[in-house]
């Protein structure tokens, strides 16, 4: 589903990119493994270079790191001594078999046609009351990034418009400033929702 020159740059570079400096979102992490019963089952959909991963595995929950490219999710299985599966978003195919799903600057390249599928998909892979995260770049038109990136830049109005017609309750979307992999001030919508 990836575009061919997002996927070229992940499998390009993917030690440089698992191996940046990256501050950990902490503050979502804590906030979203607060939702969850202790050692919940969390499927990590794009766990880039698996930081979250660790951190969600250091605080005993039972994690399942994937990522769309097999470069990545090599460099991932390296710093977690632990199996990254390569899956593809328009590939998960589970039935109610987590308590909660991180997708941290991952769901951004779904081409913005295929964001509803894709968010179907990971509700069915949910339990009941399950809880998902997932931040996005702000936008209103689907672009590229200077590195050949597919991003769907939405707006928090088109997110919340696509997750209520999707069926999802308690939608929360905070925006803020920070920055990316390239280094450009970015406007990042942060999502929370249940099943």
């Known amino acids: 589903m990836a575009d061919e020159s997002t996927s070229s ?9 698992a191996s940046r400096q990256r501050i950990l979102p902490i503050r979502r ?11 919940a089952a969390i499927l990590d959909l794009g766990c880039g270079g698996g930081q979250d991963s660790a951190y969600m595995l250091s605080k005993g929950f039972d994690v399942t790191p994937t990522d769309g490219s097999p470069a990545v999710a090599k460099q991932a299985e390296i710093l977690l001594k632990h199996p990254v599966e390569v899956l593809r978003f328009e590939d998960l195919d589970e039935e109610e078999a987590f308590d909660g799903v991180w997708a941290e600057a991952s769901l951004l390249h779904v081409p913005r046609a295929a964001l509803p599928e894709v968010l179907e998909r990971i509700r069915t892979a949910l339990r009941p ?32 418009e ?12 905070s925006e803020g400033d920070g920055s990316g992999y390239d280094g450009k001030p970015t406007r990042w919508l942060a999502v929370r929702t249940q099943k």
Do not use: C
Request: aromatic share 18%.
């Open 129 to 160: 009351g399950g809880t998902f995260h997932a931040t996005f770049k702000a936008g209103e038109a689907e672009g590229h990034d200077g590195f050949g990136r597919y991003y769907n830049y939405p707006s928090a109005e088109l997110l919340s």
């Open 29 to 39: 992490l804590d906030a979203f493994l607060s939702l969850l019963p202790p050692g």
């Open 162 to 173: 696509m997750l209520s017609n999707g069926g999802w309750h308690n939608i929360v979307i």
């Open 9 to 17: 740059f992940y499998n390009d570079n993917a030690a440089t990119y």
